[in-house]
């Protein structure tokens, strides 16, 4: 199964997921666009705010999301870098967890990534993942509802 996702901007981590946190989502970013998505949502680490990220993509077709547009904002003093990356469910069902979007510009800092992913298993459905990030550790994160392909 061929899978790409070209990177134009930005730093990238593979990271290991642990820890929890809560988590505010917002809604669709393009609301009525039929071949738009996007959502986003805030990581609160302990009793604080420390990250949201976003982003915005347009389908193009059964296999392809082009372009992808990450925002990614650190909002608290802690030494925590903020991710971001796309999580696509293929045709049969199985996951495909993409590279994070690291922002490891600081407190207050608001970094912006582009891309766009293509996967010769399809993709029928995205969300978001956000993380606050330590080292290789996920330290809260929070996930957007799945928006469905409406080309698949």
């Known amino acids: ?17 642990t820890g929890a946190a809560a988590a ?12 738009a998505g996007g959502y986003g949502c805030s990581v609160l680490t302990g009793v604080r705010w420390a990250g949201n990220g976003s ?20 909002t608290r003093a802690d030494r925590h870098a903020v991710g971001a990356r796309l999580v696509t469910v293929r045709r049969d069902d199985s996951t495909h967890y993409w590279p994070w979007k690291v922002n490891a510009s600081g407190n207050g800092k608001t970094n912006e990534f582009g891309t766009h992913a293509t996967d ?32 698949s």
Request: contains cysteine.
């Open 1 to 17: 199964m061929r899978k790409t996702m070209n990177h134009t901007r930005g730093t990238l981590v593979a990271l290991a997921a």
């Open 24 to 35: 505010l989502l917002t809604g669709p970013a393009a609301p009525g666009a039929a071949a």
């Open 55 to 74: 982003a915005t993509w347009t389908w193009v077709g059964r296999n392809t999301v082009n372009p992808v547009t990450f925002t990614v904002t650190d």
């Open 120 to 151: 010769s298993g399809g993709i029928k459905g995205a969300r978001i993942q956000v993380a606050v990030l330590e080292g290789g550790s996920v330290v809260g994160s929070c996930d957007t509802p799945y928006t469905r392909n409406p080309r």
